[in-house]
Nanobody, 115 residues
Framework: QVQLVESGGGLVQPGGSLRLSCEVSEYIFDFNSVGWYRQTPENERELVATIDRGGNTRFAVSVQGRFTISRDDAKNTVYLQMNNLKTEDTAVYYC?????????WGQGTRVTVSS
């Protein structure tokens, strides 16, 4: 069973930074892509950023220029660097790993942006 473990969430002031980590229990190259999604009680889960097997990245418009996604293949870990955080970035952030016709979710890590 594939397992994804997120870490790095917490409380940060507006304008601050956090780095989230997603450690995958299997070799990252086994997956078409690994990405980050977020959800609030008011909204459906939405895509934040993804990185595919070739290293291509994709971002939600709302985070472009502020967030970056990267991976360390040796550690089977994907990172989400979040800079210039805004109150609207407050959410539970989930990691997802995709293979054809199936995907796997982590348990989520909470990010709260507040002064």
């Amino acid at each position: 069973q594939v397992q994804l473990v997120e870490s790095g969430g917490g409380l940060v002031q507006p304008g601050g930074s956090l780095r989230l980590s997603c450690e995958v229990s299997e070799y990252i190259f086994d997956f078409n892509s690994v990405g980050w999604y977020r959800q609030t009680p008011e909204n459906e889960r939405e895509l934040v950023a993804t990185i595919d097997r070739g290293g291509n990245t994709r971002f939600a418009v709302s985070v472009q220029g502020r967030f970056t996604i990267s991976r360390d293949d040796a550690k089977n870990t994907v990172y989400l660097q979040m800079n210039n955080l805004k109150t609207e970035d407050t959410a539970v952030y989930y990691c997802r790993a995709d293979i054809p016709l199936r995907f796997y979710w982590g348990q989520g890590t909470r990010v709260t942006v507040s002064s």
